[in-house]
């Protein structure tokens, strides 16, 4: 029950999982064992979500930076965490040209 919770709270925030990456945790999270990928070794790691979070530097300042957590599950000993990771410091110019990339490749493919 206590997974379950924790699994929907996961799950709430992820914008970055897929329908199957959320099958395949949540399977993990049941028990499961069996690695669906075994060439990639036994340590499988699933991006759930990617932010624009603020982020306290060691001199106590803060830092806008894009946060990515991701999922891992250890497939030789059962466990998995959570990690995150910060990918960069976020600036307006750095916003600006992510949207414009968007916006290119969203009028590129139509």
């Given at each position: 029950r206590?997974?379950?919770?924790?699994?929907q709270e996961m799950f709430r925030t992820a914008?970055?999982?897929?329908?199957p990456e959320k099958a395949l945790i949540l399977g993990f999270m049941a028990g499961s064992r069996e690695n669906p990928c075994p060439k990639l070794g036994n340590i499988v790691t699933v991006m759930l979500s990617e932010n624009v979070e603020e982020v306290v530097q060691a001199d106590?300042?803060?830092?806008?930076m894009l946060v990515e957590t991701h999922f891992q599950m250890?497939?030789?000993?059962?466990e998995w965490k959570?990690?995150?990771?910060?990918r960069g410091t976020v600036t307006e110019e750095s916003i600006a040209n992510a949207a414009a990339a968007v916006a290119a490749a969203s009028t590129a493919s139509t």
């Amino acid at each position: 029950r206590e997974q379950m919770l924790e699994a929907q709270e996961m799950f709430r925030t992820a914008n970055k999982v897929t329908r199957p990456e959320k099958a395949l945790i949540l399977g993990f999270m049941a028990g499961s064992r069996e690695n669906p990928c075994p060439k990639l070794g036994n340590i499988v790691t699933v991006m759930l979500s990617e932010n624009v979070e603020e982020v306290v530097q060691a001199d106590g300042t803060t830092v806008k930076m894009l946060v990515e957590t991701h999922f891992q599950m250890n497939y030789t000993n059962g466990e998995w965490k959570r990690i995150k990771k910060n990918r960069g410091t976020v600036t307006e110019e750095s916003i600006a040209n992510a949207a414009a990339a968007v916006a290119a490749a969203s009028t590129a493919s139509t």
